[in-house]
């Protein structure tokens, strides 16, 4: 589908939808600039989830409309969607050759085999995200860090001009997590627009252009800076939150000593 | 009696010769589609299908009669893919999760089926045969119908093996590339109604299951890629028929029976020993 050269590449308008008969996100409004870093914040049932695959066109909005490139978001294959860990099936015999090939099936065409040149890609994509010596192994035996490299791989073999990703960084270490983010990083020099759902909010301060505060509606759209204020994350938290601000972003801790706070706690650190 | 003689004494009757080709074909298809019945979770539905098309083999003898046999895998295909079909729709339009849909219509046919059975008068030699198998009366029609639909199925899985693969291992990658996932969905399934039932004669929709995803999961556990799993299933399969019929030959044991005993055999085999082997790999690999 050619795109519109003057429409963001993502533009959604008072969209709502519903999870299992309830309202998971009501009236949101935001637009994402092409190469733009938009981090999808909020507590647990905020809607994340739907919001993202809402975006993909996996999940039918109930009101409102997405515009992929001024375009519905059904038309394109120019997004790539990575799920939530939990929900992909880790045990099926497949290599991380293969998973990231499946990104090329959209290209290829039905009763097609890869050629050389999709070999080629794919070989390039696993290199980017130095993890060209895993071609050949079983994806059940990946690290968590691994396994979400490999998506962002089998996302640049698919030639996505938009990533959306469900929580890429739940149950990582520090360690896998920074390899994650270098990846990510590293997806600005193809121009790729990036959308994140993620409760590491130091992260989110540091890495990401804009955040999405959400809690079922949007609770504030902007830069990190503008976002990310006590006063925001009381009303989407409930709880008593203190922010400490570094260089590299911000430090988020619950303060156990405020009185009316809630369980809910957010990551936080930077 | 030397080994030859023992492995030739079999082959010098055609109905032997026969059996073991059908046995053959049998066995590597259903493996082949087993490995997406069991990697996509569906051995449910294998069973269900292989019960549920006894309403309609049922109805085909009540009507044909004794001397309408080849009818009745006309009806027991259209049964299959009827109920399929019918499995998906009540899964995909209701809240009904798929796993009760398919005890529900499965249920519901098979009751059908044996209601059925109980009106027909007198001993029914060919309903019998399509509830326990009789692969030693496949005939050469019977052959041509399991080579022709069996090589059918195979190509349309050789030739749409990537699409497969994304729908069965990633459903939400094949939507946002935009395949017709309905579509491949339900081609699978009608794949799979077809080898239940162009295997019926062979096993009998009893064990037909077993069929489907014994040498598909032995397979599982003993190799990393589907295309080798697909292809150490049918081998699998292909063996276990084959032993099979040679003790159904030689200790009288139903035929059946025999090969997913055989089938079954292979997978504890692979179960028992595969952590040793596993260990052995590691240390020779340090």
Not at chain 2, 129 to 134: K, T
């Amino acid at each position: 589908m050619i795109h519109d050269a003057d429409a963001p590449a993502i533009a959604v308008a008072d969209l709502s939808a519903t999870y299992d008969g309830h309202p998971a996100i009501v009236e949101v409004s935001f637009e994402v600039a092409a190469g733009e870093r938009l981090a999808i914040v909020g507590p647990n049932g905020a809607g994340k989830s739907t919001l993202l695959r809402a975006l993909a066109g996996l999940h039918p909005p109930s009101s409102g409309s997405v515009r992929v490139h001024g375009h519905a978001p059904q038309g394109h294959i120019c997004i790539a969607y990575v799920p939530q860990q939990s929900t992909v099936d880790w045990r099926f015999p497949v290599t991380v050759a293969d998973v990231v090939s499946m990104g090329r099936i959209g290209r290829v065409g039905p009763l097609s085999r890869l050629r050389a040149d999709d070999r080629e890609i794919v070989r390039r994509a696993l290199a980017e995200v130095e993890l060209d010596g895993f071609a050949e192994r079983r994806i059940e035996a990946l690290s968590g860090g691994e396994r979400q490299r490999m998506f962002v791989a089998r996302a640049l073999a698919q030639e996505s001009e938009i990533v959306l990703m469900d929580e890429p960084f739940a149950g990582l270490d520090v360690h896998s997590r920074e390899e994650v983010i270098n990846v990510l990083d590293g997806l600005r020099s193809h121009d790729v627009t990036l959308l994140v759902a993620l409760h590491d909010l130091g992260l989110a301060s540091a890495h990401f252009d804009k955040i999405l505060l959400l809690k079922g509606r949007a609770l504030g759209f902007g830069s990190p800076n503008d976002i990310l204020t006590e006063a925001a994350l009381q009303r989407a938290y409930g709880s008593c939150l203190r922010m400490v601000r570094g260089e590299d972003g911000v430090l988020v801790v619950h303060d156990t000593a405020c009185s009316g706070g809630r369980s809910e706690r957010p990551g936080g650190t930077s | 009696m030397n080994v030859l003689e023992w492995i030739v004494a079999p082959l010098r009757y055609p109905f032997m010769v026969r059996s073991l080709i059908a046995a053959v074909l049998v066995g590597g298809l259903s493996a082949v589609v087993g490995s997406y019945v069991v990697l996509r979770s569906m051995a449910f539905l294998g069973d269900a299908l292989a019960h549920a098309v006894l309403p309609g083999v049922a109805a085909g003898y009540l009507i044909a009669g004794q001397g309408g046999r080849r009818s009745l895998f006309w009806w027991a295909l259209g049964t299959a893919i009827a109920v399929a079909l019918g499995i998906e729709t009540i899964s995909q339009r209701t809240r009904i999760k798929e796993d009760t849909a398919i005890g529900i219509v499965f249920a519901g046919a098979f009751a059908l089926g044996i209601a059925l059975i109980s009106t027909v008068r007198g001993f029914a030699t060919d309903l019998v045969h399509v509830l326990f198998g009789n692969v030693l009366g496949v005939s050469n029609g019977d052959l041509i119908l399991i080579g022709a639909f069996g090589g059918a199925v195979l190509l349309v899985v050789f030739l749409l093996y990537k699409e497969f693969l994304v729908v069965s291992f990633d459903p939400t990658l094949a939507v946002t590339l935009r395949l017709p996932t309905t579509f491949y969905r339900i081609l699978l399934l009608i794949l799979v109604a077809v080898t239940v039932v162009v295997s019926l004669q062979t096993v009998g929709l009893g064990l037909m299951l077993a069929m489907l995803i014994t040498p598909a999961t032995t397979a599982y556990l003993v190799t990393r890629r589907l295309p080798r799993m697909m292809t150490v299933g049918a081998l699998l399969g292909i063996v276990s028929g084959i032993v099979g019929l040679y003790l159904s030959f030689y200790f009288g044991l139903a035929s059946g029976a025999a090969i997913v005993l055989v089938a079954i055999t292979l997978f504890s085999i692979v179960v028992i020993l595969r952590p040793g082997v596993a260990r052995l790999r590691r240390s020779l690999h340090r």
